[in-house]
């Protein structure tokens, strides 16, 4: 509609124009009139003149519209011109319709920035933004009160904290999760995430400290431990002590003092001498348990290296293929792309696969289809796995919960150290072992390297 009203009233002022030019000239050359003409064409330079300003009149309101987005400045009103025509007016009111919504809309967009800052400013999250160069975009209260850093202005300026955090920091990739420890009061999960804004590249980071947490944990650990220790040291010492009693009783009764020493009946020789070899037992018992916890609390740090998946699954295999072609179990490997390379330490992880693949052999006794699925794939910036499958009898879910807890095992032999050793391994390498298993079906153990 104001674009018509626009058209149509530059069509009137070019008509009066033209007629005007065309009386003037028609009275000059016919009726040889000079006044009459000169009035004529001074009239038709007022309306060209009066034309011109009515067209940059709009040109003029459209190029400050456009500088007031530009420029962001919604202050600005259109005021109707009565003078130049209904079309003006209705230029004028939709000019300030669209300012109105421009300013509202900003007016929203600063509401919500406002409650965005005052929930990072107030979530228990530690948040900090940097960008490519290393200045600091958003730290909320939360990080400022972990972090403890006078004038925290660049990602730099961690390295005043500690230079191993900041290193770890700097190494992050984009959806990677680390844990460092920074002193005694410091245990910080960091999470990283890139974002674009304002046509640069920035990291946010949310850390958090779980030193209570594992603190709890910790203690918590070492409570089931002490459960543990005492049933096993319960379980050797409490026969043992009785044996003691039973061996005394029967020197008492079944010994004779005579002139050069003593003499013991044959019924009480031998209880005697079955009463030691238990007590023999029992003790040995005893000391392969305290191995096994030995072997458990002194796993050595992994000394990574890049590892070709493929060279690694053929080691595993070949130092366990008697075992494999005597239990008939056939292995079948899969490994995405074919030259995937883990940045981990061979000799340990070769140590859970060997635990796993004969775990998995083990499960696979009593059933047809004895095959196990060894793959690995990579998955990106979200790291790698390796997965260990069989399709046996699998785990019950009370088992579940319980099988990586050292010494427990669901298996007549053994002394349940394996899985809690081989999830040790994977969090000495800053990944995870877990397990999924739905009895009768598969189940599925995957190794997460990050």
């Known amino acids: 509609m104001v674009y018509r009203r626009f058209s149509i009233g530059v069509a009137i002022r070019l008509i009066l124009i033209i007629l005007c030019l065309y009386l003037g000239l028609w009275l000059y050359y016919r009726q040889e009139l000079w006044l009459a003409p000169g009035i004529l064409g001074l009239i038709a330079l007022i309306q060209i003149g009066e034309l011109i300003y009515y067209v940059n009149s709009v040109n003029h309101k459209l190029a400050r519209f456009l500088d007031s987005i530009r420029y962001n400045d919604f202050s600005s009103s259109f005021t109707s011109d009565s003078q130049m ?127 209570a947490e594992l603190q709890s944990n910790e203690l918590e650990a070492w409570q089931n431990l002490t459960k543990v220790l005492r049933h096993e040291i319960m379980n050797s010492i409490t026969p043992i002590s009785s044996l003691v009693e039973s061996l005394r009783t029967i020197l008492d009764e079944d010994s004779y003092v005579q002139q050069e020493g003593f003499l013991i009946k044959k019924d009480g020789f031998q209880d005697i001498q079955e009463g030691l070899d238990t007590i023999a037992n029992r003790s040995k018992g005893l000391v392969s348990f305290v191995n096994a916890y030995r072997d458990y609390t002194n796993i050595p740090l992994p000394e990574k290296e890049l590892v070709n998946i493929q060279g690694l699954f053929e080691k595993v295999l070949n130092l366990m293929k008697e075992d494999l072609k005597a239990n008939e179990v056939e292995v079948q490997t899969e490994i995405q792309p074919e030259n995937l390379e883990i940045h981990c330490d061979p000799d340990q992880i070769m140590m859970i696969l060997i635990n796993l693949i004969k775990n998995a052999s083990e499960s696979l006794t009593n059933q047809a289809n004895r095959i196990i699925f060894l793959r690995a794939i990579s998955q990106g910036d979200l790291g790698s796995i390796i997965q260990v499958e069989d399709h046996g009898p699998g785990i019950v879910p009370e088992a579940l919960e319980r099988i990586f807890v050292p010494f427990y095992t669901t298996k007549k032999t053994g002394s349940g150290i394996g899985l809690a050793i081989s999830r040790q391994i994977m969090n000495l390498h800053r990944g995870s072992l877990q397990v999924v298993s739905r009895p009768n079906e598969r189940t599925v153990f995957t190794l997460n390297f990050r």
């Open 85 to 211: 025509g209904g079309s003006f007016r209705e230029v004028n009111v939709a000019f300030n319709e669209v300012m109105d919504v421009f300013k509202k809309t900003r007016a929203e967009k600063e509401e919500q920035m406002l409650f965005l800052q005052v929930i990072i400013q107030h979530i228990n999250t530690g948040i900090i933004s940097f960008n490519s160069a290393g200045k600091i975009g958003v730290i909320n209260n939360a990080a400022k009160h972990l972090l403890q850093i006078p004038q925290f202005r660049d990602i730099s300026d961690l390295g005043k904290l500690s230079t191993e955090l900041l290193k770890e920091v700097m190494e992050m990739k984009p959806g990677q999760r680390i844990s460092q420890k920074v002193n005694s009061n410091l245990h910080l999960i960091i999470q990283s995430t890139s974002l674009k804004m304002g046509g640069q590249s920035w990291t946010l980071l949310s850390l958090q400290n779980i030193n």
